[in-house]
T-cell receptor, first 113, second 114 residues
Framework: NAGVTQTPKFRILKIGQSMTLQCTQD?????MYWYRQDPGMGLKLIYY???????DKGEVPNGYNVSRSTTEDFPLRLELAAPSQTSVYFC????????????FGQGTRLTVV | DAKTTQPNSMESNEEEPVHLPCNHS???????IHWYRQLPSQGPEYVIH???SNVNNRMASLAIAEDRKSSTLILHRATLRDAAVYYC???????????????FGKGTHLIIQP
């Protein structure tokens, strides 16, 4: 059972480039989330989804887009990368809302230069 | 959203119990109390959660005050592997489902001395 899988693990982007961070879960969870973590800080929610075809903004959505075409996949798209998007990105999933545990991926470390 | 207050850091000795406190004086009646931990260079890992009653699992115990304005995560016998940042989080409903995820603060950096 793989849990939540994120790819790639590391990436260096040039300013203005675009990329997609992939996230897949094999637990049939309805809820999925994207977070970013800056050095020495807690995680901040970027976007979340409560099921296929449904997404909503979190605390820091600017500069990002998401889609949820299947239950398993929740890709995060960065358009026109900026140095401020240098961070570690974590994807998470949970079966339902506040009374269930969330499972996190191992993260993608992104550097924008 | 209701916020939590945790000490920035705590130290403990290996093989001793650890009590990690968390204050959440503005908690509402439907907020669940969650604890996660993050080991260096890893994603957060679920530890335990509860609503009103104390909870136990294989990793830890969660003691919740009667007024729910504070809670304590108890690691019964700390090991070096328990050195991590521990986050106390209130998972609140928005639109009824709590789907907006977990709001992370800075957490408590737990240092375990051998």
């Amino acid at each position: 059972n793989a849990g939540v899988t994120q790819t790639p693990k590391f990436r260096i982007l040039k300013i203005g480039q675009s990329m997609t961070l992939q996230c897949t879960q094999d637990m049939n969870h309805n809820y999925m989330y994207w977070y970013r973590q800056d050095p020495g800080m807690g995680l901040k929610l970027i976007y979340y989804s409560v099921g296929a075809g449904i997404t909503d903004k979190g605390e820091v959505p600017n500069g990002y887009n998401v889609s949820r075409s299947t239950t398993e996949d929740f890709p995060l798209r960065l358009e026109l990368a900026a140095p401020s998007q240098t961070s570690v990105y974590f994807c998470a999933s949970s079966y339902s809302g506040r009374d269930t545990e969330a499972f996190f991926g191992q993260g993608t470390r992104l550097t924008v230069v | 959203d209701a916020k939590t207050t945790q000490p920035n850091s705590m130290e403990s000795n290996e093989e001793e119990p650890v009590h990690l406190p968390c204050n959440h004086s503005t908690i509402s009646g439907t907020d669940y109390i969650h604890w996660y931990r993050q080991l260096p260079s890893q994603g957060p890992e679920y530890v335990i959660h509860g609503l009103t009653s104390n909870v136990n699992n294989r990793m830890a115990s969660l003691a919740i005050a009667e007024d729910r304005k504070s809670s304590t995560l108890i690691l019964h016998r700390a090991t070096l592997r328990d050195a991590a940042v521990y986050y106390c989080i209130l998972r609140a409903p928005r639109g009824g489902g709590g789907a907006d995820g977990l709001t992370f603060g800075k957490g408590t950096h737990l240092i375990i001395q051998p």
